[in-house]
């Protein structure tokens, strides 16, 4: 049974930096990413990363590239997002998820989020 569990949330000024991460409990993935949600919006893909078998892609939201850095611990089954020059408007509940399946990103596994909070 899959379960991805994040941390790393906060409250943060302006300007600084929070590093989200997400374990996975079991499996191994094609994709791996983040969204995030602000009350009363849609949630958005802010940054994903899909393993092939000699490495890795990573791409970005335009609203958040140059600032935010994915990465992933093979050894931990650990997904990282780390978030640097931090706004206002990237305060948002960060959700995690994974996909097991051959489709590109096809997510099928979430976790239960963590508020990010820049003021």
């Known amino acids: 049974h899959v379960q991805l569990v994040e941390s790393g949330g906060g409250s943060v000024q302006p300007g600084g930096s929070l590093r989200l991460s997400c374990a996975a409990s079991?499996?191994?993935?094609?994709?791996m990413g983040w969204y995030r949600q602000i009350p009363g919006k849609e949630r958005e893909g802010a940054a994903a990363?899909?393993?092939?078998?000699?490495?890795?892609?990573?791409f970005y939201a335009d609203s958040v590239k140059g600032r935010f850095t994915i990465s992933h611990d093979n050894a931990k089954n650990t997904l990282y997002l780390q978030m640097n020059s931090l706004k206002p408007e990237d305060t948002a509940i960060y959700y995690c998820?994974?996909?097991?399946?051959?489709?590109?990103?096809?997510?099928?596994?979430w976790g239960q989020g963590t508020q990010v909070t820049v003021s």
């Open positions: 998820a994974a996909s097991d399946s051959p489709i590109p990103c096809a997510y099928n596994y």
């Open positions: 990363i899909y393993f092939y078998r000699t490495g890795a892609s990573t």
């Open positions: 079991v499996g191994s993935f094609y994709c």
